[in-house]
């Protein structure tokens, strides 16, 4: 399964792309459009302010969560 990562590229780190395997910056609308379609599997999405942003499912670890913290 491909993990999909976060780049928190937006305003106030929100997800304008994502990174899907080797794709780097991948539209948040495509991935959208990804989830929807059945494409990602551990993944759902939610709509905040109107907008829809990809979410990991429920679980109890937090390594694997869209929005890894970073490391600084």
Do not use: A, F, L, W
Request: charged letters at 40%; aromatic letters at 2%; hydrophobic letters at 20%.
């Amino acid at each position: 399964m491909t993990k999909i990562i976060g780049n928190n590229d937006g305003e106030n780190g929100r997800n304008e792309t994502y990174k899907i395997g080797s794709r780097k910056k991948v539209p948040r609308s495509v991935t959208v459009k990804e989830v929807e379609q059945g494409k990602h599997s551990g993944v759902h999405i939610v709509k905040i302010n109107g907008r829809k942003y990809v979410r990991d499912n429920p679980d109890p670890s937090k390594k694997d969560n869209v929005n890894r913290t970073k490391k600084r």
